[in-house]
């Protein structure tokens, strides 16, 4: 699905890992706020490719043939816009989020947050 669905992978896997590793508070902030930027940094190329250029770009070769049609995946200009946005408001939260949750750190158990 090229680098969208690889971002996106790579902050589940990042978050899950944090959860894994909740023993060590500070471990598990850095992991998860690491995790969510490395893949929104990932995930936004092809969406700054989309508009930069103002083509529509197709997210990869993946076709999903479904009765009386086809399911194509692609970000034009718009959708770019909208997804880089989102991705950055998502990239802030994560690194505000590394120092605010870690006042919470050793009185606390985290779990899943």
């Not at 996106?8 to 998860?32: Q, T």
């Not at 990869?60 to 959708?79: A, C, I, K, R």
């Amino acid at each position: 699905m090229g680098l969208v669905i690889v971002g996106l992978a790579v902050m589940l896997i990042g978050g899950l890992l944090a959860v894994l590793v909740s023993f060590s508070s500070r471990l598990s902030n850095w992991l998860g706020g690491l995790s969510a930027v490395s893949g929104t940094v990932i995930a936004c190329v092809p969406a700054v490719k989309a508009i930069t250029t103002g083509h529509t770009v197709s997210l990869g070769p993946l076709t999903w043939n479904v009765p009386y049609g086809s399911f194509w995946l692609e970000l034009d200009p718009l959708s770019a816009w909208f997804l880089t946005i989102i991705l950055g408001l998502s990239a802030l939260a994560a690194v505000y989020g590394i120092e605010y949750m870690s006042q919470y750190g050793g009185r606390k158990n985290l779990g899943a947050v």
